[in-house]
């Protein structure tokens, strides 16, 4: 079986600042989506990408960037985080038919 | 629009207990549809799905769920809930290979020993 790892796993910024999660996935998936939990409002798409090099904008996608520089990787940036924001970021790969893998999260703390 | 409606944002249960947690989506055609749990501090793991055939699909720890045209269902249950069952229950579905899946907000298990 496949892993996916999210780097950091605690992520605490100021406000104002650029801030950058990773994500590795070893199950050779071509799609990949980084996701934002806040509690009470379930799972809401950021960004996703079908393959190298790809980006698609989810319904969240203002106030970030993301890339896909390798099939295994793609990265989250918040360009400017907002004070008291309080997030569990997701990454996670899909095979067909929508099947989708999770990484266990990115959790971020702006003060 | 396409959407999923988990009625009921917390249920609570005693250990032994049966379980039924509902899904209801909206789409006019026969969907794929799953079923993950979040477990604390966890990311998402797929416990169910899907595709076609039987409408009862089995999944792990004695979950099963069942898919309704008719009502445009997929409810999600269990004979008996253990503790270890508390976590966060999330229905989704997709219309197709390489679309994005369609949360619901889920709903929150809690199993009192």
């Known amino acids: 079986g496949g892993i996916i790892t999210q780097t950091p796993k605690f992520l605490i910024g100021q406000e104002g600042q650029k801030l950058t999660l990773k994500c590795q996935q070893n199950f050779n998936h071509d799609t990949m989506y980084w996701y934002r939990q806040d509690s009470g409002k379930g799972l809401r798409l950021i960004y996703y990408s079908i393959t190298e090099n790809d980006l698609q904008k989810g319904d969240l996608s203002e106030g970030y960037d993301a890339s896909r520089e390798k099939k295994s990787s793609f990265s989250l940036t918040v360009t400017s985080a907002q004070k008291n924001e309080m997030a569990v970021f997701l990454c996670a790969s899909s095979i067909d038919r929508g099947e989708v893998f999770f990484g266990k999260g990115t959790r971020l703390t702006v003060v | 629009a396409q959407s999923v409606t988990q009625p009921d944002a917390r249920v609570t249960v005693s250990e032994g207990a049966s379980l039924q947690l509902r899904c209801k989506y909206s789409y006019s055609g026969t969907p794929y549809l799953f079923w993950y749990v979040q477990y604390p501090r966890q990311g998402l793991q797929l416990l169910l799905k899907?595709?076609?055939?039987d409408p009862v699909v089995q999944g792990v720890n004695g979950f099963e769920a069942e898919f309704s045209k008719s009502n445009s269902s997929f409810h999600l249950r269990k004979a008996s809930v253990h503790w270890s069952d508390s976590a966060v229950y999330f229905c989704a579905f997709n219309v197709g290979d390489n679309s994005k899946l369609i949360w619901g907000l889920g709903t929150s298990l809690v199993v009192n020993p």
């Open positions: 899907y595709y076609s055939g």
